[in-house]
């Protein structure tokens, strides 16, 4: 039993000290894996250590004063990371946020007292929106400001290096053959590698980098090809961050989103642990190599962040569909577009007899302006946004009111044979198609489940 002067009383003394846990119910080929699960600091990630690390040497270098203000250009993990810390300490906190960031994660930050600054995400470094240029401009003209810039601030590694590595160390009986790591600011993979090159210099250190990025590149001794784009978040990069220290890694493994997602995944379904995208990117590395193996060894990974993050991404089947990364049957006709298919039960519906006001309460959850209105099996009308205002526009008590009274009749249905031409025409008249096959009806095809085909068959 803990003893209650052993209580903390700060969340900060929390930050660190993260469980390790054996994969068992994977194929890791001749090897053990285990895996590291930084999603347990309080701020639910990776960046809580560095975040704390990087807080502490600026007041102990004393460009930190109480009440003092930190900068930073992220919308990651670093930010939330920042934030916990800045709250307890009471630091202001101002962080730049390109603009094409996910509503989730600035409100996350909003949330967590962070200031945010939007800035174009359409600019490149050296431009005064460029988000990492416009961070240190506000740093540099705010009095009592600095700037945290993680992929520079050499307290980003050491959080790891005094942190994260001895830890695994210990934990492992100071055994371990192998860390495999992804890159961001490089703050874990430089972090790590230091710290083993003393203590155990044959220990190897393995790259997971997403398809796309450079630095699996940097790694392998090749001449880094162009720069892609990947869904995975946190790792992976266009530039070699500064306090990047590559020279102990052996190998690296580019990893594709889909890889990546399946393999995230497989660890929830399989060992059940909820984890990110670029734990998905770590373990598809980490099984590989672990395969590849002739001897057992034991092989240590991370788990950065939590996949409660990702649940309406990687971890939403119809996201993944609309991606292109699960494969439903092909029918070869209009079934192929519906992202929600009726006969799956997952289209959203609403029946004739509803009211007006659980019309409205299911648009909203669903995020939908318009519901088809069934009877049975069979479309009967289709009621928008329009419809449902002009009916309560003069009188708000008609949210009593059945469907039935406010939607449009008469609706135009397309067969699943129709040519995708015809799903323009019914787009110019302002509509989405319906689709019905021998009056069952089969699904919506809206002029975004268009565009997501087309995009699919270019890729
Ligand atoms: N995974 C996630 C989800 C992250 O947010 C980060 C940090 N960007 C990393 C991995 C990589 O960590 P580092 O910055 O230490 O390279």
Redesign the pocket.
């Known amino acids: 039993m803990q003893n209650i002067s052993e209580i903390p009383k700060s969340l900060l003394s929390l930050i660190g000290n993260t469980p390790l846990v054996e994969v068992t119910h994977l194929d890791t080929g001749p090897c053990r894996l285990f895996l590291k699960l930084e999603s347990a600091n309080p701020g639910g990630?990776?960046?809580d250590r560095?975040a704390l690390s990087m807080i502490e040497a600026f007041e102990r270098s004393g460009q930190l004063q109480p009440g003092g203000t930190l900068v930073e250009a992220t919308a990651?993990?670093?930010g939330l990371g920042l934030a916990l810390v800045a709250a307890a300490k009471g630091y202001r906190l101002i962080l730049v946020i390109p603009d094409k960031m996910s509503r989730e994660k600035v409100f996350h930050l909003k949330a967590m007292g962070a200031e945010v600054v939007m800035t174009r995400s359409d600019v490149g470094k050296g431009h005064p929106d460029y988000y990492q240029d416009r961070a240190a401009k506000i740093a540099a003209e705010l009095p009592g400001a600095v700037f945290v810039n993680?992929f520079a601030n050499p307290a980003?590694p050491r959080a790891?290096e005094t942190g994260t590595a001895p830890e695994i160390w210990e934990q492992m009986g100071r055994d371990v053959d192998a860390v495999v790591c992804?890159?961001?600011?490089?703050?874990?993979?430089t972090g790590i590698s230091r710290f083993f090159a003393k203590a155990s210099p044959q220990t190897e250190i393995i790259l997971a980098d997403p398809a796309g990025s450079i630095l699996v590149d940097v790694v392998e001794g090749r001449p880094p090809g162009q720069p892609g784009s990947w869904l995975v978040?946190?790792?992976g990069e266009d530039f070699i961050p500064e306090i990047a220290d590559f020279s102990r890694v052996s190998r690296g493994f580019a990893i594709t989103d889909a890889q990546s997602f399946a393999a995230a995944r497989e660890l929830l379904k399989k060992e059940g642990i909820l984890a990110?995208?670029?734990?998905g990117t770590l373990l598809a590395a980490a099984l590989r190599y672990c395969r590849e193996q002739s001897a057992a060894k034991r092989v240590v990974s991370l788990v950065?962040?939590s996949g409660n993050k990702y649940l309406s991404k990687m971890f939403n089947d119809f996201w993944m569909t609309d991606q292109g990364f699960i494969e439903r049957p092909r029918q070869g006709d209009l079934r192929d577009l519906i992202s929600r298919r009726h006969d799956e039960g997952a289209a959203i519906t609403i029946g004739r007899d509803d009211t007006l006001n659980t019309a409205y309460a299911r648009m909203k959850l669903y995020d939908v302006s318009q519901l088809p209105v069934l009877d049975g099996l069979k479309v009967v009308g289709i009621i928008d946004e329009s419809d449902l205002l002009l009916a309560v526009f003069a009188d708000r008590r008609h949210f009593a009111n059945p469907v039935d009274s406010a939607m449009s009749h008469g609706i135009q249905t397309l067969s699943p044979n129709a040519p995708l031409s015809e799903l323009l025409s019914v787009f110019d008249q302002g509509h989405v198609a319906v689709v019905v096959e021998d009056d069952r009806f089969l699904g919506l095809i809206t002029r975004i489940d268009l565009i997501n085909h087309l995009r699919r068959k270019v890729d």
């Open positions: 990630s990776i960046k560095p990651g993990n670093t993680q980003n790891h992804g890159v961001g600011s490089a703050g874990t993979l978040e946190g790792i990110g995208s670029s734990s950065p962040d």
